[in-house]
């Protein structure tokens, strides 16, 4: 027999546990357990009524198999059952198991209910709570609906029992965490403030954990706890440690209150009283002095309690930013920390750390611990204090000691555990660029970087340093000869390759006078990789090639020769050859004006964001990198670096593209490709280069390749749009006579608000289809002009109503043809009314003439932004002005199914965001509108109601005309 | 507050599991796999807090057995230590000398102790004789539950 249970032994259940246990192997239990289940499955169906002894131990053994990890589909019942059961230990064991295995069944949780409110109201306080412990831990909206407003009257009776009190506590803090909107303030929450001052420790420790939560969300209505917490603090911290009795810990008086109440006063800003914020300061610095007393007990439970406190004072001095005395104690004290025996402190002085390095009161005072830190990184054996370390470095790192940082980092990588590396590359990476005083070193950390942990090297790293090489004359020449000298290595990391490939591409001429580097040794150097690497690599290189040929003249026949052979010219992957083809014919056919022209250097890249700091944010979760971090990052990179700063995307390019003059925004300039482009691109396929996205322009045989460049003018509307022709021909005629906007222009425009592809209109004559795709604030629309009758029309005009200069389309659309018009689109502001779109045309005799909506609207240029629960509301809360809200109640228009519901608002551009409403069925995204001149963020918010079939939606954003548009389009879409 | 407790033995064996938050049993499954393997495969003496996805793993094992939690940002991992070990504590109190075998056993048991000291991730009662004594109550509650019953309710 097994180990005896005690209380109420429950023979059978031990005799099954000691069953599975002795079950040789997973098969055998398996078995065991399908008969249990048939055996409790036929004792439950059976017509003999089983007591209430059996059906609990039944019960008991389902939720012991369920626990093992096996499905239980049934029991649910008879667990409800036992919640009435007269006898304690059913009821309690009814209600374990409702709340592991509950689900939504809604006719259950019905029941569960009753019996839960026959529990809370029969006055015995141990049912009582069970029945709140219940609640707390199923914790659905149900439940919510039904016990929201009976809980916090339990909480504040006068007559409840102290047990009772602290598990009301509690569960209202649950129920308020999973919906919010049904925990009503009312008359009860000053009085909850005042559990404060509960003479019942474990009453003040529960309500504590409920106060700081209320407090985070309505930090006016509990204002004054801030002085009821202050005084309860500094009566804790001076009393003697046998003051408390049982809730002493380990000679720690109160830690777990102590601990609570610091956290609680972090929700606000410091006390304006003065005698109350002395008399904190006086708490923080007896907390600091304690931490330098000898310990009470050499146990480590004493001095984990104690400077748990300690640490929970020293987050509250953070926070405050105010003190510059206790900061550097503060400081202090965690540098003591940072070299004590115990590897749990020093993990934690160094987390401590990171926040204060951010404070200009103790910046310099951390700085002072870096040797110790860099120590940490190369000594301590465990990976999760060393990865601290080179989060401190980090955050410390400024332009007095970036060399120094820079070099430590780079070192430690170099042995740097596998699962630290990307995030360590990319840190490196970024302190590199925002501290280089001279790009030589920049250049030379990035390729070392390259070297040491090629593999780890995301793109965006790389994409950065070309950027930035480019931008900044003065390093060209020193960036191709170190490229060059890299490339010398017989095994180089790809990436390397494709550095390489790119700087001697564009500045291989400033190295070509030494004969070491003569433009055939370049040559042959990039050529002697091609065969190692992979298909982008080599497509890069190919581009490399055209360019050395306008570089220097006399490796043309060379590489015309490697362009002419099988291998590249008939290359299986179309990508390849499409280059060799086209460079080969672009070299052979074009005169060397048209060359240079063609592929000329690359202009200077646009500013923006460092995308590696992007990288680095999306990687370690929303908030891992502060704003501070941020903003920093920004001032800084403009005074240090002389606004070098700037950005990497590629859409960038892809955009210059339309309006600057210079042809060769992609290394290989495929507008100039296309004329002579023998081999057909889908409009979709992407050159796999730097600059991706300026994928090649479509077929060219009936493209009208408008560079369209929106400008929108504060008054926002469509007739200040402005739209510049790419080509040198005829204007549009001016359309004097408009056509009236179809009545249905609005609707269409409608359906196009979460989908960018799709048919836009059609009648009996005409079909428009649309594709479009967008990417920061670049969009770029495909118009599908479908004739759908056998008979030619005539005179056809399409004309974005607009200040138009723009080439027409074939005039002449064939009975059953299709012609196509890209528009290019950059959106520069914000607006709130679509462009127009003129059609005309003659069919047989009559003229016809449409006016559409163009399915542009504001949400299209929405970037998808991940952040988590915390950092949802604290933005939510920071966007409270009320014209940046703009909220609707509506009726369901569509199915309120949860999937379709899902594919609109993903279509919406913005993310959707799980686990941070804590309502399940509400639907909570967040974005960022990027325009030209700005980006708005964006939250939204959208809750449906099944029952009335009816939806409230909310939008803020920083913008307010944004929010109301974005409503405006929204409320049409469910 | 904490956003779960796990129990597990050495072999990776699930003992406990209590979720403070609603979390589907697929991704209950998944935490279980991904938390587990991440603690044991630390070797001994490393530092007991580690960071995982967006929340801090705080751990610390007990004779064979290993109690493992994991809290939002903002929480003390210190303190968190000192929850396992009152939890340990109090299981200890109730079974005298506990071991893994107690745990087994009475699961049941120890998931009624666990609600007497956390409710909703957040610390319910911190004094160890106020716990001990609702535990032992239910205890005796069981057999004059029915006399009790039978009175009036007040």
């Known amino acids: ?257 102590s601990c609570k109440l610091l956290r609680l006063l972090q929700c606000y800003p410091p006390p304006e009283d003065g005698a109350v914020k002395g008399r904190l300061v006086e708490c923080l610095e007896t907390i600091l002095n304690k931490a330098q007393e000898p310990p009470k007990s050499k146990k480590v439970q004493h001095s984990n309690a104690k400077n748990a406190i300690l640490f929970e004072a020293i987050s509250l001095i953070i926070h405050y930013d105010s003190e510059p005395n206790l900061l550097v104690r503060a400081c202090n004290q965690l540098g003591q920390f940072l070299q004590h025996r115990e590897t749990n402190l020093r993990y934690l002085a160094l987390e401590s750390m990171c926040t204060l390095a951010s404070s200009e009161f103790s910046h310099e005072a951390v700085k002072t611990h870096i040797e110790t830190v860099i120590n940490a990184l190369k000594t301590e054996r465990d990976v999760s204090v060393r990865q601290r370390a080179a989060d401190l470095l980090y955050a410390m790192c400024d332009r007095s000691n970036a060399k120094q940082i820079v070099a430590e980092m780079l070192s430690y990588l170099e042995t740097a555990d596998y699962s630290i590396r990307e995030e360590m590359v990319l840190k490196v990476a970024i302190l590199a660029e925002k501290y280089a005083v001279d790009y030589s070193w920049y250049v030379d950390t990035i390729l070392n970087l390259i070297r040491i942990a090629g593999d780890y090297v995301s793109e965006e790293v790389w994409y950065r340093v070309i950027q930035i090489v480019i931008n900044r004359d003065d390093v060209q020449g020193y960036a191709a000869k170190t490229v060059f000298e890299a490339l010398q290595a017989p095994a180089c990391h790809e990436n390397m390759v494709k550095v390489g490939g790119y700087i001697l591409g564009e500045f291989g001429n400033l190295i070509a006078g030494d004969p070491r580097s003569s433009p055939l040794v370049q040559f042959n150097l990039l050529h002697s990789k091609f065969h190692l690497c992979s298909v982008p690599t080599r497509a890069l290189l190919l581009s490399a090639y055209i ?313 299209k240029f929405f970037q998808p932004t991940e952040m988590t629960s915390h950092d949802f509301f604290q933005r939510w809360k920071q966007l409270s002005l009320p014209q940046q809200e703009a909220q609707k109640i509506f009726k369901a228009n569509h199915s309120m199914d949860t999937e379709v519901l899902k594919a609109k608002l993903l279509g919406l551009g913005t993310a959707l965001l799980d686990d941070v409403d804590p309502n399940p069925e509400n639907y909570v995204c967040a974005g960022v509108i990027q325009t030209k001149g700005q980006q708005v963020g964006c939250l939204l918010r959208l809750e449906p109601n099944g029952q009335a079939q009816m939806y409230r939606l909310t939008l803020r954003c920083s913008k307010d005309s944004v929010s109301m548009r974005l409503c405006e389009l929204l409320a049409q879409q469910f | 507050m904490m956003r779960f407790l796990l129990l597990f033995s050495r072999q990776g064996k699930l003992r406990l599991q209590k979720w403070f ?105 911190t004094s160890k004789v106020a716990v001990s004594v609702s535990v032992e109550e239910a205890d005796t509650l069981q057999e004059t539950m029915e006399e009790y019953m039978s009175k009036p309710a007040y």
């Open chain 1, 1 to 257: 027999m097994p180990a005896v249970s005690k209380g109420d032994g429950m023979r059978g259940l031990a005799v099954f546990i000691s069953d599975i246990r002795n079950c040789k192997s997973k098969e055998a239990e398996i078995k065991r357990i399908n008969k249990e289940l048939a055996n409790i499955r036929s004792k439950f169906k059976g017509d003999k009524a089983l007591d209430g002894y059996s059906k609990k131990k039944y019960v008991c053994k389902l939720l012991f198999i369920f626990l093992l990890g096996h499905d239980i589909d049934f029991g649910h019942m008879e667990a409800v059952n036992l919640l009435s059961s007269n006898k304690y230990t059913e009821k309690q064991i009814g209600y374990l198991f409702i709340s592991v295995l509950v689900n939504s069944n809604s006719e259950l949780i019905r029941l569960i209910n009753n019996a839960i409110k026959n529990d809370l109201s029969s006055r015995n306080p141990t049912f009582m709570c069970l029945a709140l412990h219940c609640i707390a831990n199923v914790g659905s909206r149900e439940m919510a609906e039904a016990f929201a407003s009976e809980i916090p009257r339990i909480l504040v009776a006068g007559d409840t029992m102290d047990s009772v009190k602290q598990s009301a506590a509690l569960c209202l803090l649950r129920l308020y965490k999973t919906s919010p909107d049904l925990v009503l303030m009312g008359e009860w929450t000053s009085r909850v403030v005042h559990l404060l001052n509960d003479q019942h420790m474990g009453v003040v420790t529960a309500a504590i954990s409920l106060i700081t939560c209320l407090s985070q969300k309505n930090p006016d209505e509990f204002k004054t706890c801030v002085s009821l917490a202050v005084s309860r603090l500094s009566r804790i911290v001076s009393s003697a440690s046998t003051d408390l009795q049982d809730y002493t810990y380990y000679f720690v008086p109160a830690p777990w209150l």
């Open chain 1, 547 to 859: 360019k050395f040929i306008n570089l220097f003249p006399e490796t043309k026949a060379t590489i015309q020769e490697v362009l002419r052979c099988d291998s590249q010219i008939r290359n299986s992957d179309v990508e390849l050859q499409q280059r060799a083809v086209e460079y080969l014919k672009l070299s052979s056919i074009a005169s060397t004006d048209v060359l240079a022209t063609v592929l000329e250097e690359m202009p200077p890249f646009p500013e923006r964001e460092s995308s590696i700091l992007a990288k680095l944010k999306k990687k370690k979760g929303p908030g891992a990198v502060s704003v501070t971090d941020l903003e920093d990052s920004k001032r800084e990179g403009g005074e240090l670096n002389g606004g070098s700063d700037r950005g990497p995307d590629s859409g960038a390019m892809a955009a210059s593209n339309a309006s600057t003059p210079s042809p060769s925004a992609d290394l290989l300039g495929i507008r100039s490709a296309a004329p002579i482009g023998a081999a057909p691109t889908s409009a979709g396929s992407l050159l796999v280069d730097v600059f991706s996205e300026a994928g090649p322009a479509a077929p060219s045989a009936a493209v009208n390749d408008d560079g369209f460049l929106r400008d929108l003018e504060p008054t926002e509307t469509s007739d200040s749009l402005l739209v510049e022709g790419s080509g040198d021909s005829d204007s549009a005629p001016p359309s004097e006579d408009p056509a009236t906007l179809l009545s249905e222009a609005d609707e269409l425009l409608n359906k196009f608000v979460c989908k960018n592809n799709g048919v836009l209109f059609e009648n009996q004559l005409l079909q428009i289809g649309i594709k479009s795709e967008y990417r920061q604030n670049l969009g770029r629309m495909y118009l599908f002009y479908g004739n759908k009758t056998s008979v030619q029309f005539a005179s056809f005009t399409t004309t974005p109503q607009l200040n138009v200069q723009t080439k027409p389309v074939e005039p002449l659309v064939e009975g059953g043809a299709q012609i196509q018009q890209v528009l290019n689109i950059e959106c520069l502001t914000d607006f709130s009314e679509a462009p127009l779109l003129n059609i005309k045309f003659r069919y047989g005799g009559a003229l016809q003439n449409l006016s559409l909506k163009l399915p542009v609207t504001i949400n």
């Open chain 2, 21 to 125: 938050t609603p979390v589907t049993d697929r991704e209950k499954k998944k935490v279980i796999r991904d938390v587990t393997m991440l603690v044991l495969a630390r070797p001994p003496r490393s530092c007991n807090f580690l960071h995982w996805r967006d929340l801090k793993v705080v751990y610390k094992r007990y004779a064979s057995l290993y109690f493992c939690t994991g809290l939002e940002n903002q929480d003390n991992e210190l303190l968190t230590l000192e929850v396992l070990h009152r939890y340990v504590e109090l299981l200890d109190k109730y079974f005298g000398n506990v071991c893994e075998l107690d745990i087994i056993f009475n699961f049941e048991k120890a998931y009624f102790i666990l609600d007497e000291f956390l409710m909703g991730g957040e610390v319910l009662e």
